[in-house]
């Protein structure tokens, strides 16, 4: 009981952290207009990165490790299968960013300027994330009661 719950503690804490990283590196984004707003971006896209490892790996242990219901139980989930779809969108809209971010971080260890050129464009791609993940917390919670 100790370990599934400790589980269930650390998926949702990895959600209130990726709903505050992602808002915050949206209102970094949209004011960013000079280099040393970057490090404020990168920051935020840190902190979404971790919460990113803790919801997925917490999440793949309570599915597919047999903490809790079992594999065969959440793959006939339609709610469990509307998260993970809610879940992909999500991926695929952190795809131009995260590619971004990973040439920030390099550009800057290089010492060099980052093209902020884009920056309203991933601002956009991350605010579109935070509905889809406010709703996929609708969906869990559905899904945990049976619905």
Do not use: C
């Not at 952290?17 to 949209?30: D, P, S, T």
């Amino acid at each position: 009981m100790t370990t599934k719950y400790l589980f269930a503690v650390f998926h949702l804490l990895g959600l209130a952290i990726g709903l505050a990283a992602v808002y915050a590196r949206w209102r970094a984004l949209r004011r960013t207009s000079m280099q040393a707003d970057v490090a404020g971006v990168l920051h935020a896209d840190s902190w979404y990165g971790l919460a990113a490892l803790i919801w997925i790996g917490t999440g793949l242990m309570r599915a597919f490790g047999g903490l809790e219901k079992g594999t065969e139980h959440y793959l006939h989930d339609h709610w469990f299968i509307g998260k993970m779809t809610l879940f992909l969108l999500v991926l695929a809209l952190e795809i131009k960013p995260m590619a971004t971010f990973m040439g920030w971080r390099a550009t800057r260890g290089k010492g060099e300027e980052v093209d902020l050129g884009n920056a309203r464009t991933l601002a956009t791609l991350s605010i579109l994330q935070l509905p889809l993940l406010i709703l996929m917390v609708f969906m869990a919670a559905a899904m945990a009661r049976g619905l």
